[in-house]
């Protein structure tokens, strides 16, 4: 049975993570309140991904074949990511030094820079997330056999706690860290009946959209703590799947960024960074934060997105989903 809740859920998930990757190319200085709230509230939209991974490889769990599995994966994910990331391991290897990276990286020999690259993600924002995810592929066996004990799931208390404990971080630390929300996401999917049934329940969407501001507030006034922005969002999660379920919500727009948002997720950065590009070249400095301004760059970022998924289509036709996911 198709999950058509989780299938716009997927859509919400990369419009989080698109606007969580626009907010840099805006100077928030003259409106800090607005930044800050609009960092709290979309930054770290990877959860949601990882949430749903979690829940739909729990839901197909029945038809788990290991070799079809991992060739599934090579070919839609980790193949993408080889390609898509060329561009950018070519600019940062020959051409420009990348900032942030580890003293001594570029003191390593090219070709270990290549490796170091495909290996940790780093040279283009969102990427990180495929090495990360690629590690939850390598002990999908382990993740069935505690699927298959359902008690384990008695420890997702513990696993938040050691989340909340060990930030993100290299991709081993970024595994740890979000062990608890794919594991979460594995939880609601097992029980989905019974919880679903609950989570559509007013009294049960109130508390939640209580919980939410309630963290908010917490974050903002009292601790600004990335740990609660971590729980908020497996608050937000609940809240999603029970609007989705309860008013049966379908969308075109997000049936499109649902169904090409492996697509949007391999390309987005580049658009971002070409757009940041042009602003500091004619600008000679990011746009003024702004909410207006804020909505308008998202949606130039997405349309931009689906013109260059259409003509990657239009060129490769089913081939696609092996350059870009889709």
Partial sequence: MFLSYIHNFRGIAILYIVAGHSISAFNWEQSPVQGRLTRMLLENGTVFFVFIAGYLFQYLSYKYVPKKYFLSKLSTVVLPYLLVSIPAIVTFV????????????????????????????????????????????????????????????????????????????????????????????????????????????????????????????????????????????????????????????????????????????????????????AEQHFLGQYLEGSLVAFIFFIMIVLLSCMAIIGLIKKLFAANSKYLIGC
């Fill in 94 to 277: 020959f051409f420009q030094e990348r900032e942030s990276l580890w003293p001594g990286f570029y003191d390593n020999p090219r070709w270990l820079q290549i490796i170091y690259f495909y290996l940790t993600g780093l040279h283009l924002a969102p990427l990180w997330f495929i090495p990360m995810i690629c590690l939850f592929y390598c002990i999908s066996p382990l993740l069935l056999l505690m699927d298959r004990y359902s008690w384990t799931y008695l420890l997702l208390p513990v696993l938040v706690i050691v989340s909340c404990h060990v930030p993100r971080g290299n991709i081993f630390e970024s595994f740890v860290h979000f062990f608890s929300v794919y594991f979460f996401g594995m939880f609601l999917s097992h029980y989905r009946v019974v919880v679903n049934e609950h989570l559509t329940k007013p009294l049960v969407l109130s508390l939640l959209i209580f919980d939410f501001f309630a963290l908010v507030y917490i974050e903002y006034f009292l601790a600004d703590d990335p740990y609660i922005n971590l729980i908020r969002k497996l608050f937000v999660c609940c809240l999603f799947i029970g609007l989705l379920v309860k008013f049966n919500i379908s969308n075109k727009i997000l049936e499109l960024l649902a169904k090409e948002s492996f697509g949007i997720f391999f390309i987005h950065s580049y658009v971002i960074s070409s757009i940041k590009i």
